[in-house]
């Protein structure tokens, strides 16, 4: 069997995996791992209200230290077909490029890991640790029956890993650019300001919360959170939509609504966050402005894996292979990190995001190889340093 970087990705991308459908991608996996001899599970998860989701963990070797490959095989759907240049899972290559849905996000990083770790095995018999694989066809949709539970339901059978690597697409132009080593939280809020519907003619008999909602946001917008720490950008409160709903001119509304996401660093909790945009509102309320805030439920909590040994491994491996340092980030939207680094340090490291979710995803099949190369390198320097 062909197990190149280039052979894998090619069998994933021919799996109509969008989520919540395995399509086929699960099933490959299991079959490869198997027979380079990892013990290979595939989960089913459920929740109501959501679909049934098909996951898979694999191990190899039973010692320490643990090095886990993350990702996932659910794709975003690919819009409308007849504007690709290849059908989107059909695995085409032109101009050394290979297309499909999932080429970048994140088929063609797990294709690399699986490469890199099959060929470490073959080459490295006897060596003391374990290798896995957390793959999830949950992380496009819902989230709810992917990673989550497949971490509980991994622990809950004893696994305890040491570091991961997750392989989504974490470079912004070209392969080496970027290691994510932590991720932004995320907070949504949501605010009414209650006034009093009437005609404009007549505004003694009402009251329009249209000047209220004005101050309550000038005053949550005054001041910056912060100004930053050393590995993240300052945190960012962004107003996502004002909304009155009123079409008539000669009417005062009833009341206004404004919802605000704010993206935020390892200077606050979801709970701090909830208790500082409590202050501001209330100060620019005074006793004047009416309104209730309400803050939607968040998991995604601001992390950081400090840069250490581990990280350096990566970073080392990068440079040997593409010749460029990595940038150590924490910029981008939230990804499965957030759930896995409870466990255990997660760097984040895969190929170019370029066209992830676009029409025409693609990625250099020169990308494929340098990526094992990347994991192959990482995989030795890890194992090197344990025995
Ligand atoms: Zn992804």
């Given at each position: 069997m062909d197990h190149s970087p280039l052979s894998l990705a090619q069998s994933l991308l021919r799996c109509p995996s969008v989520t919540p459908e395995e399509g086929g991608a699960l099933a490959f996996i299991e079959g490869v791992l198997k027979e380079a001899g990892f013990a290979v599970h595939r989960p089913v998860f459920s929740e109501p209200g959501t679909p049934d989701v098909e996951n898979l963990y694999a191990r190899y070797g039973s010692g320490d230290p643990y090095l886990l490959f993350a990702g996932h095989t659910d794709v975003v759907p690919p819009g409308d077909s007849s504007r690709w240049s290849h059908d989107p899972f059909s695995g085409e290559i032109q101009g050394g490029e290979l297309y499909g849905r999932g080429?970048?996000?994140m088929k063609g990083g797990i294709a690399c890991m699986m490469a890199a770790a099959l060929d470490f095995i073959r080459n490295t018999p006897g060596f003391k640790g374990s290798i896995g694989f957390l793959i999830t066809g949950d992380e496009e949709g819902p989230a709810i029956n992917g990673t989550v539970k497949l971490l509980e339901w991994a622990k809950g059978r004893g696994e305890r890993f040491d570091h991961c690597i997750l392989g989504e697409p974490t470079n912004p132009n070209r392969l080496g650019d970027m290691i994510k080593i932590g991720r932004r939280g995320s907070l949504t809020g949501r605010v009414v300001v209650e006034g009093k519907q009437g005609h404009v003619a007549y505004p003694h008999l009402?009251?329009?919360?249209?000047?209220?909602?004005?101050?309550?946001?000038?005053?949550?917008?005054?001041?910056?959170?912060?100004?930053?720490?050393?590995?993240?950008?300052?945190?960012?409160?962004?107003?996502?939509?004002?909304?009155?709903?009123?079409?008539?001119?000669n009417v005062i509304p009833a009341e206004a609504r404004a919802t605000f996401n704010i993206r935020f660093n390892d200077l606050w909790t979801p709970q701090s966050l909830e208790e500082e945009i409590d202050r501001r509102l209330r100060e620019a309320a005074g006793n004047t402005v009416r309104y209730r805030l309400t803050m939607d439920p968040t998991n995604a909590v601001a992390f950081l894996t400090p840069p250490n040994a581990f990280v350096g491994f990566i970073a080392d491996a990068i440079e040997a292979e593409t010749g460029f340092q990595p940038k150590l980030s924490t910029t981008g939207g939230t990804s499965d990190a957030r759930f896995i680094v409870k466990d255990c340090p997660v760097v984040e490291f895969g190929l170019v995001g370029q066209t992830m979710h676009q029409i025409d995803e693609r990625v250099p099949v020169a990308d494929l190889d340098r990526l094992t190369g990347i994991y192959r390198k990482v995989l030795d320097a890890y194992f090197a340093a344990a025995s």
């Open positions: 080429a970048v996000d009402a009251e329009n919360p249209i000047p209220g909602m004005l101050r309550l946001l000038s005053g949550l917008l005054s001041e910056p959170l912060d100004q930053g720490t050393e590995h993240f950008d300052a945190s960012n409160l962004e107003v996502t939509t004002v909304d009155v709903g009123n079409p008539a001119s």
